[in-house]
Structures are given as C-alpha cells and as structure tokens.
C-alpha cells in the first residue's frame, strides 16, 4: 500500500498528463473537465472518508482526495505543483499507511478504529510518526503538505473561485477526518480485547525506521519549492511547453494561506470537541443511518454500478454463452458423428480380399481411362 498507493501506480494518470502537457495545452475545454472532476472527486472521497471506520480505508479514500487535488491542478494548467504535490503526497501517505500497518500488526490484524485507542502510550514512535505525517496531510505549516496543497488553493483560487471553495471544503474534512483517525487510534483507552490489550507492543525497528525516515522528510519535503526557490520548477522546466507561473506573495496570497490554515484548524478543533472532549465512538454499522449511512456505503456508487453495469451485462454473457456454446457444441460434436460414421462405413471396404481389392483396383483404372477419353 505505502508504495503503489502513495507514489506509482495511483499517480499514473498524473505522470501522462503531465508528460503530455502539451496536448491538453492545446484544449481547454478538456483541461476544464480535468479541473472539475479533479475539484469534485477531492471532495467526494474526503466526505466518504469522514465516517468510515477501518484504518485503511480512511487512508484509501484520502489517497483519492488527494488525487482528485492533483487532477484539479493538472485541469488549471500547474503542472508543476501536482507533480510537487505527488512528491510531498508520497512522503506522508506512505509514513500514514506503513504506521497503519505497524497499528494493525501489534493488534493482530485489526483495522476497526472502533476497536482501538490509547496506543500512543505503548506505540510511541509510531504514534509521533503518525502524529507527523497527519498534520503534513492537513496542511499545516511547516510541514510538507502545506506547500504543496497551499499552491494548489491559490492557483485554484486565481483561476475559479468555485473550484478554490471545492477544493477548501475538501481539505478541511481532510484535516477532520485525519484527526479523527489520530484521536480514535491513538488516544482515550483501549477499546479491544483484553487479550490484545496484553500483547500490545511497539513495532520492531525493521518498521519503525522507515517510518522515521519518512516522518522526516513530511516535516522537510516542503523545501523542495518554497516561496523564491525555483529549483523544482527549474529542474521540471525542459517536460513542459509552457514555464510555470511564479505568483508574486502580496496580501491575496498571505490571507489565502491563512485561510487554509484557519480551515484545518477548524477541522481538527472539530475532531478533537468530539472524539477527546466528548469521547465519541462510531456507531455500530447497523446504527448507522441518514447522510452518514449514504456516505458510509460511498454513496451507494458500487450498488449503482453493480445494479446497472455488472448485472445486466453477465446477464447478456449467459445468455449468449449458453446460445453460442449450444449452437457450437451441436457444430463440432456433429462433425465428430459424422467423421466417425463415415470411418465405420469406410472400414467395411477393407475386407481382406485380394480378389476384391485386384477388381477395385482395374475399375478404377478404368474410370481413370474413360475420364481422360471423355475429357478430351
């Protein structure tokens, strides 16, 4: 998960779009959609991702969020930033879903947040780790995340305000939901069993390190393109037609950076009124129901699908299977009737007789001989 989710194969799509920056240059219309469907997809997953309560699927959906930013700032032309966005998202992502696997092995295979909390006591390094990687993904300074997810809000944001709004909501409930997963992992009490309560245990060093080596660079991985450096674009500037544009930080930009940081306060000051000051569970799955029952099932896409999609056409497979193999099987096992009656009844003319064979032979001659005297 840490390296095909966070860094190669999710961020595919992103790698040809950006080495092919300049055919979507040349359509607008195209770059547009991209932008949309970037913006809407940010804050579709991150609502999926604000009730669920397995570990990793928290970390699935924010992946997608995280892409959908990378799509809107492909769609608005800054090529470069989704590509520093890709860096700074691999450091933190693949911190979050190797310290989610150090969480899950001292509990046995255990991914239900319900069923965890208090870890940070006995799980210290993955726990500051963790601690580290989640305030990157919220965006808060100094930390990796911020750089990155700041330039894509202010391109968004001199670009369409829409999609600057989309795309603000869309990191607040990231800052939510990643706080919530912190909050209910790795604070409170224990909520599993007693028999995993006893074998707790911090993670051996073949884990922890890398999540160490990756903790840092979420807190340093900004500095690959801080305000006046321009190495990164410098070094991405002979893939790309188009030089990328240098925002020049007045009033605009320093409030907008205050704005996103004011949001993901915002989102862990909610996080933290709920799962620390009134200690709140997730319910049950049967329990829950209204919006978070539609955001729980991620909006019922995958039942959509299966009822409009998956169905219709298995249908339509069977139904020709069950023709076309019929239709075939009566083919090819009548040829092989056919073949073997003409074998038995071949057969009987090997009869053993010399005399009959000296006769077949001479009429056949003969019909060779009038054949030829007809023929001319």
């Known amino acids: 998960s840490a390296l095909i989710h966070a860094a190669t194969m999710v961020t595919a799509g992103i790698f040809m779009i950006t080495r092919m920056n300049f055919l979507f240059d040349l359509t607008p219309d195209v770059q547009n959609i991209i932008a949309i469907v970037g913006a809407v997809t940010s804050l579709a997953a991150a609502s999926i991702g604000l009730v669920q309560n397995d570990i990793k699927k928290v970390l699935a959906y924010s992946t997608v969020s995280q892409l959908g930013l990378m799509f809107l700032a492909l769609g608005l032309g800054a090529y470069q930033i989704a590509v520093f966005h890709v860096i700074t998202h691999a450091f933190f992502k693949a911190c979050l879903f190797l310290g989610s696997g150090s969480v899950i092995h001292a509990l046995h295979g255990e991914q239900d947040m319900r069923n965890m909390g208090g870890l940070k006591k006995v799980m210290k ?13 919220s965006g808060l300074p100094p930390f990796s995340g911020f750089f990155s997810k700041d330039e894509i809000l202010m391109t968004a944001f001199h670009h369409n305000k829409a999609l600057w709004v989309i795309a603000s909501l869309a990191s607040i409930m990231t800052a939510f939901y990643m706080f919530r997963l912190l909050y209910l992992t790795f604070f409170k009490s224990f909520r599993g069993t007693e028999e995993q309560k006893h074998h707790l245990h911090e993670s051996p060093g073949l884990i922890t390190f890398p999540l160490v080596i990756l903790a840092i660079l979420s807190l340093v991985g900004g500095a690959l393109s801080l305000p006046g450096n321009s190495w990164l674009n410098d070094y991405l500037a002979p893939v790309f037609l188009k030089q990328a544009e240098h925002h020049h930080f007045g009033t605009t930009e320093y409030m907008l950076m205050g704005v996103a940081v004011v949001g993901a306060l915002i989102g862990i000051g909610i996080a933290y009124a709920k799962y620390i000051k009134q200690a709140a569970v997730p319910p049950q799955d049967s329990e829950i129901t209204g919006v978070s029952k539609v955001l729980y099932n991620k909006f019922y896409v995958d039942e959509f699908y299966n009822a409009v999609i998956v169905k219709p056409i ?14 075939l099987s009566g083919f090819i096992f009548g040829l092989g009737r056919l073949t073997n009656m003409l074998g038995t009844e071949g057969k009987t003319l090997q009869n053993g007789s010399i005399g009959f064979y000296l006769f077949a032979f001479v009429l056949g001659l003969c019909s060779v001989v009038v054949y030829i005297f007809l023929a001319k």
């Open 125 to 137: 390094i993955t726990f500051i780790t963790f601690l580290i990687a989640t305030l990157a993904i």
């Open 314 to 327: 298995y249908a339509i497979g069977t139904f020709f299977r069950d023709v076309i193999e019929a239709a």
